[in-house]
Each structure stands twice: as structure tokens, then as C-alpha cells.
């Protein structure tokens, strides 16, 4: 499968321990996008990275949350001190921008992390 | 922010019907507003798209609309078929994708 990839496909932990998820978007594409998605309602944006730089962060991502992506390629995010409110399927999604490019933001089967 | 508003948040259509998905927006700025369909415990995957530069889009059995002067776009889903049958999301902006709360379509066979 050549698509984004995300591990784990699920997580659970007890609140107040640090998680960390992992993203490996489609290869050669420059963007990279985080999302989180709670029961019955749509993806919401939390922050995206053009190569390495992180350019944007939505309010949704508290100081608890840290997101990387250090050689440009795979990304990491981290939730520290994890709270029930957690709860949710955090979405990965990667897309090309570039001469040609439609910047058509794919998405990967998420990681659902379940908070105790 | 933009802020997408999608209607209805259920459909259920006889197989064969069409199914009509409308949504609304509230940044004239954005230019960009893809269709996902999600199937349950599976990724979104975009089925359509369209740009601000067009009115209409239509790919076999599916079709979306565009009204830039009224903020809304449309889905559209003719002859339906049992795996039509998940939940479709629209979205609007271009990088930062802002979502609808998605449309949960039943297709009765």
C-alpha cells in the first residue's frame, strides 16, 4: 500500500500518560496535515507542515499537543498528559504541492486513541 | 474562520433514486471544496472535487455544483447502488480543509 500510513490503528491509555503517533505520508509529498475526527462529526484541522517547517496550528491544538515532522518526511504527534477530552481518531493526511499539483489532500485510516 | 454547514445529516434513498447533499460556507475567500465518502472504520477518500473557477463538475454517477454568489455546493448521486451506502463529508478552503459534519446515506436495496 502506497498510501498514507498511520501506526497505531489504535491506542489506549489512562489519562495523564503521553502518547506518541506516527504518520508516513504518500512519498514526495511535500505537505503534511493533521486532523482530528470525534464521533459523528466531520475532520477538524489542527496543523500542517510544508517539508520540515510547521506553518500553521489551529487554537484546537492545546500546549499539550506537539506535532514533528524533522527530516520532511514521516511526522509525529504527541500528547502529553493525556486528558479524557482526548478521546478521539487523530486523521493524517499528506498532499504535493507543486508545478502541476492539484494539492489533493489524501488521507490515512487514522490513529483512535481511547483515554481511561 | 471558514464555517461549513452540511444538510441533511441522514438520507436514506431506494436503490436506484439519487441522493442530494448541500452544503454551505462562509469564506467567500475559499476556492477549493472537495467531497469524501468515509465507510465505516475506513479513511475518507476524496470521490469528487471542484474548483471556484467552475460551476459544474461530473464524474459518471456523480456530480457536485458550485454557487460562488450564494456561499453553496451541492453533491449529487444518480442511479444508487448498496455501496454508495457511508458517510460523505464536504469540505472548503484549500490547504486548511474545513468540514462539513458529514451525511450519513443508506441505500435499501
Known amino acids: 500500500d502506497t498510501g498514507v500510513s498511520q501506526d497505531p490503528r489504535h491506542k489506549i491509555t489512562k489519562r495523564g500518560q503521553n502518547v506518541t503517533f506516527r504518520c508516513d505520508p504518500i512519498?514526495?509529498?511535500?505537505?503534511l496535515y493533521w486532523y482530528r475526527q470525534t464521533l459523528g462529526q466531520g475532520p477538524e484541522f489542527l496543523t500542517y507542515?510544508?517539508?520540515?517547517?510547521?506553518?500553521?496550528k489551529s487554537r484546537l491544538l492545546s500546549d499539550r499537543f506537539s506535532a514533528e515532522r524533522p527530516k520532511g518526511s514521516f511526522s509525529t504527534l504527541e500528547i502529553q498528559r493525556t486528558e479524557q477530552g482526548d478521546s478521539a481518531m487523530y486523521l493524517c493526511?499528506?498532499?504535493?504541492?507543486?508545478?502541476?499539483?492539484?494539492?489533493?489532500?489524501?488521507f490515512g485510516a487514522g490513529t483512535r486513541l481511547s483515554v481511561l | 474562520g471558514e464555517n461549513v454547514e452540511q444538510h441533511p445529516s441522514t438520507l436514506s434513498v431506494q436503490e436506484g433514486d439519487s441522493a442530494v447533499i448541500k452544503c454551505t460556507y462562509s469564506?467567500?475567500?475559499?476556492?477549493?471544496f472537495p467531497w469524501y465518502k468515509q465507510e465505516l472504520g475506513k479513511r475518507p477518500q476524496l470521490i469528487i472535487d471542484?474548483?471556484?473557477?467552475?460551476g459544474e463538475k461530473k464524474d459518471q454517477r456523480i456530480a457536485v455544483t458550485l454557487n460562488k454568489t450564494a456561499k453553496h455546493f451541492s453533491l449529487h448521486i444518480t442511479e444508487t447502488q448498496p455501496e454508495d451506502s457511508a458517510v460523505y463529508f464536504c469540505?472548503?478552503?484549500?490547504?486548511?480543509?474545513?468540514f462539513g459534519a458529514g451525511t450519513t446515506v443508506t441505500v435499501r436495496a
Open positions: 469564506d467567500s475567500a475559499s476556492n477549493y
Open positions: 493526511a499528506s498532499s504535493s504541492l507543486g508545478d502541476g499539483a492539484k494539492n489533493i489532500q489524501y
Open positions: 512519498s514526495e509529498h511535500n505537505r
Open positions: 507542515f510544508q517539508n520540515e517547517a510547521q506553518l500553521e
Open positions: 469540505a472548503a478552503n484549500d490547504y486548511k480543509l474545513s
Open positions: 471542484i474548483r471556484s473557477n467552475v
